[in-house]
Nanobody, 122 residues
Framework: QVQLVESGGGLVQAGGSLRLSCAAS????????MGWFRQAPGKEREFVSS????????RYGDSVKGRFTISLDNAKSTMYLQMNSLQPEDTALYYC???????????????WGQGTQVTVSS
């Protein structure tokens, strides 16, 4: 069982940057496929990015390609999402998740954090 805790959200102006963190309790991400998702009010949960728990094989949603970068550090049991050139449409609750399948679907992820709010003002 892996427990996940996100941090790093906040309020930022359009064009700004934030780095989200996802800490795993007491274990590394090896053996899991890790993802970031986001959900805005009234919308479905959207795939943002994913990475193999051992690192590599990164994937990005079309709306964030070229602006967001996923990474992880198993020595620190922490995954990151560097978000640059943020826009108001990036405003959402951001979740990290862990699963056993390579997938963009939230249904494939079994373990979720509580989310961290990102708000981008225009």
């Amino acid at each position: 069982q892996v427990q996940l805790v996100e941090s790093g959200g906040g309020l930022v102006q359009a064009g700004g940057s934030l780095r989200l963190s996802c800490a795993a309790s007491g274990r590394t991400f090896v053996g899991y496929y890790m993802g970031w998702f986001r959900q805005a009010p009234g919308k479905e949960r959207e795939f943002v990015s994913s990475i193999m728990g051992s690192g590599g094989f990164t994937r990005y949603g079309d709306s964030v390609k070229g602006r967001f970068t996923i990474s992880l550090d198993n020595a620190k049991s922490t995954m990151y999402l560097q978000m640059n050139s943020l826009q108001p449409e990036d405003t959402a609750l951001y979740y990290c998740a862990a699963g056993r399948l390579i997938s963009n679907s939230p249904k494939s992820y079994n373990h979720w954090g509580q989310g961290t709010q990102v708000t981008v003002s225009s």
